[in-house]
């Protein structure tokens, strides 16, 4: 938000439809958007998963020009010079949903902070900032966490193998180490001096914490191996693209991209960006401003507060037509959705069709997207992994800062019995 500039009326002289025409892509676009780059009006199209772009004052195609990024760039660090500017087709820190933006632009700033911006190949938007501070912190945490190392994560099943067979041997190696911890253990047949234990020392520290952080390692490795569906064991379809068309009521056409949307806009002068959105087949447009974000009727540009809960059931119903569905409008966060690592949106709407799987969908009312999904499959995994791997099983584990001190401490102990079973281990490898 804090890098998109005001849309300026004035300067929409084209239509979206116009704008996709230009860009000679057929068909219609899945998703449109309209924002503000490096100063003027810019139509964003999705098709097929791939970003085409139009100016929205021109109507000529988009062409990401040296001018164009930097006054994207400009758009966030104003009043800095520019230390090198070079297309890139990924780096350290532009994976994931990046991908659709390549080329990406990478531009290194001349601040205090070590910024280094990405501005899309695609549709010339900044969509990604670092600082040095950012990149030091991810070195030391994220990229070692998951093994994120550029040679091997940009070959997604590799890096997935790794992931699942390192994390698979390192649960044998600790649930091996249990065992032997427990077979050492004498609880009525004590060692010399009434110790249970047979060590002292940082072999005695291992024991004992082996017997009691083991027991949360073990949990915390078999979650960890979950999250990479080892198997495909409790995958799940998520939100497809099929179910959001259907509850869309259909595709964009001609009409809907046709909507005059300067005129919507009027004197308007914190509007940031429009987003065209069907809901059951009425066509809504979603804007974010300074204040957040806003529903709008496509017609007459009023904000519609929230959708009814009857349209909201009705578009929700034609992605499982003929399937009894249960819906209720939820306040507060149930067992699969909720605040944690991310902002839950509420009210929400909770629609969960009467199926084997108990299929289940959360909407917004207030934006009119699909923003949660549930199955048998998903449930079970929020149970054993997110529960287990990200101590979100319970509302009060997950308030803060109960959640950071019990995490801290459960850290420090888990780094503590590692450190000890390294001092060990270097000990018999000295002794040959």
Same mark, same amino acid.
């Given at each position: 938000?804090?890098?998109?500039?005001?849309?300026?009326?004035?300067?929409?002289? /084209?239509? +979206?439809?116009? %704008?996709?025409? *230009?860009? #000679?892509?057929? =068909? $219609?676009?899945?998703?449109?958007?309209?924002?503000?780059?490096?100063?003027?009006?810019?139509?964003?199209?999705?098709?097929?998963?791939?970003?085409?772009?139009?100016?929205?004052?021109?109507?000529?195609?988009?062409?990401?020009?040296?001018? /164009?990024? +930097?006054?994207? %760039?400009?758009? *966030?660090? #104003?009043?800095? =010079? $520019?230390?090198?500017?070079?297309?890139?087709?990924?780096?350290?820190?532009?994976?994931?949903?990046?991908?659709?933006?390549?080329?990406?632009?990478?531009?290194?700033?001349?601040?205090?902070?070590?910024?280094?911006?990405?501005?899309?190949?695609?549709?010339?938007?900044?969509?990604?900032?670092?600082?040095?501070?950012?990149?030091?912190?991810?070195?030391?945490?994220?990229?070692?966490?998951?093994?994120?190392?550029?040679?091997?994560?940009?070959?997604?099943?590799?890096?997935?193998?790794?992931?699942?067979?390192?994390?698979?041997?390192?649960?044998?190696?600790?649930?091996?180490?249990?065992?032997?911890?427990?077979?050492?253990?004498?609880?009525?047949?004590?060692?010399?001096?009434?110790?249970?234990?047979?060590?002292?020392?940082?072999?005695?520290?291992?024991?004992?914490?082996?017997?009691?952080?083991?027991?949360?390692?073990?949990?915390?490795?078999?979650?960890?191996?979950?999250?990479?569906?080892?198997?495909?064991?409790?995958?799940?379809?998520?939100?497809?693209?099929?179910?959001?068309?259907?509850?869309?009521?259909?595709?964009?056409?001609?009409?809907?991209?046709?909507?005059?949307?300067?005129?919507?806009?009027?004197?308007?002068?914190?509007?940031?960006?429009?987003?065209?959105?069907?809901?059951?087949?009425?066509?809504?447009?979603?804007?974010?401003?300074?204040?957040?974000?806003?529903?709008?009727?496509?017609?007459?540009?009023?904000?519609?507060?929230?959708?009814?809960?009857?349209?909201?059931?009705?578009?929700?119903?034609?992605?499982?037509?003929?399937?009894?569905?249960?819906?209720?409008?939820?306040?507060?966060?149930?067992?699969?959705?909720?605040?944690?690592?991310?902002?839950?949106?509420?009210?929400?709407?909770?629609?969960?069709?009467?199926?084997?799987?108990?299929?289940?969908?959360?909407?917004?009312?207030?934006?009119?997207?699909?923003?949660?999904?549930?199955?048998?499959?998903?449930?079970?995994?929020?149970?054993?992994?997110?529960?287990?791997?990200?101590?979100?099983?319970?509302?009060?584990?997950?308030?803060?800062?109960?959640?950071?001190?019990?995490?801290?401490?459960?850290?420090?102990?888990?780094?503590?019995?590692?450190?000890?079973?390294?001092?060990?281990?270097?000990?018999?490898?000295?002794?040959?």
């Amino acid at each position: 938000m804090a890098w998109l500039q005001p849309l300026d009326a004035d300067n929409i002289r /084209v239509d +979206a439809w116009d %704008a996709w025409t *230009a860009t #000679a892509l057929p =068909g $219609v676009p899945d998703a449109v958007r309209l924002n503000t780059v490096a100063g003027r009006p810019a139509y964003h199209f999705r098709a097929d998963g791939k970003l085409a772009s139009a100016w929205a004052d021109t109507g000529q195609p988009l062409r990401v020009t040296p001018a /164009v990024v +930097a006054g994207a %760039a400009s758009d *966030a660090v #104003a009043d800095v =010079g $520019v230390v090198e500017m070079a297309s890139i087709e990924l780096d350290q820190w532009t994976f994931g949903p990046l991908k659709v933006h390549r080329p990406l632009q990478k531009v290194v700033m001349d601040d205090e902070a070590g910024s280094v911006l990405y501005v899309s190949g695609r549709t010339g938007e900044l969509v990604r900032d670092t600082t040095r501070s950012e990149r030091a912190w991810n070195w030391a945490g994220s990229v070692i966490h998951w093994i994120y190392f550029t040679p091997l994560r940009t070959h997604g099943e590799p890096w997935r193998q790794v992931v699942m067979w390192t994390s698979g041997v390192a649960f044998a190696l600790a649930l091996s180490g249990m065992v032997l911890g427990i077979q050492r253990l004498r609880l009525k047949r004590r060692y010399a001096g009434g110790r249970r234990s047979p060590y002292r020392g940082s072999a005695a520290w291992h024991h004992w914490l082996g017997l009691t952080a083991g027991t949360v390692t073990l949990t915390w490795l078999f979650s960890g191996w979950l999250s990479v569906t080892p198997f495909d064991w409790l995958a799940s379809p998520g939100i497809t693209a099929q179910d959001r068309l259907a509850f869309a009521g259909g595709p964009l056409d001609r009409a809907d991209l046709s909507v005059p949307v300067a005129h919507l806009l009027g004197s308007e002068k914190h509007m940031l960006e429009l987003e065209w959105r069907r809901v059951g087949g009425r066509l809504y447009l979603g804007a974010l401003g300074r204040e957040g974000r806003s529903l709008l009727d496509a017609r007459t540009g009023v904000s519609v507060g929230v959708l009814a809960q009857d349209a909201l059931v009705r578009a929700v119903q034609a992605m499982r037509p003929g399937i009894p569905l249960q819906a209720e409008m939820l306040t507060t966060a149930d067992g699969y959705y909720y605040s944690h690592h991310r902002d839950a949106k509420f009210p929400v709407l909770r629609a969960r069709f009467d199926l084997p799987d108990a299929t289940t969908f959360y909407v917004d009312p207030a934006s009119g997207q699909l923003v949660g999904h549930a199955d048998r499959n998903s449930m079970w995994n929020r149970w054993l992994f997110n529960a287990v791997h990200q101590f979100d099983f319970a509302q009060v584990i997950r308030t803060r800062p109960v959640w950071d001190v019990t995490v801290i401490a459960l850290l420090l102990a888990g780094s503590t019995l590692t450190v000890t079973g390294l001092v060990l281990g270097w000990r018999r490898l000295r002794k040959g």
